[in-house]
């Protein structure tokens, strides 16, 4: 795959934290998770997921898959389409050796695809589930 990587930038919008864009959790391999209990989640170290955030209560269209083994965080979101992007580890660009996550249960990503800043990647999945947009605080990169 080929990446356009969009910087970070410092300046981040503010959001209500009561407003909840995500509609549909689903916890890969076991069920549903609540938007609540997720929010929950978020906080407890270390840090291990593999969900995929809906905008959409069929958990159908735009998502987020969050993937992290306490050490690796690696984020994409897709449109449902044509659009995808993916959190970027400037450290390892170019680099295509695996993080040792899988995305989708059984495809490798490698480690210029996830993030090494654990607490970076957490505040990423709290922005997208309250506003449902990619948090401009990380490194992305827009596959072409």
Known sequence: M???PIPRRDEIP???PAE???QFIDNFGAGTLAVEKAL???KERPF???WYLYLDPDGEGEFLEVLCDGTWLALGCSDGGAENYYSFNPDFAGVKESSGLLSGGQTPVEK???L???EAGIRAVEYFIHTGRLYPGID?????
Do not use: G, M, N, S
């Open 20 to 22: 909840t864009a995500v």
């Open 40 to 42: 929950e989640l978020l």
């Open 2 to 4: 080929q990446f356009i």
């Open 112 to 114: 210029e695809l996830a």
């Open 14 to 16: 503010p959001f209500d």
């Open 116 to 118: 090494t800043d654990i």
């Open 48 to 50: 291990r997921a593999c």
């Open 140 to 144: 992305w990169a827009k596959q072409l």
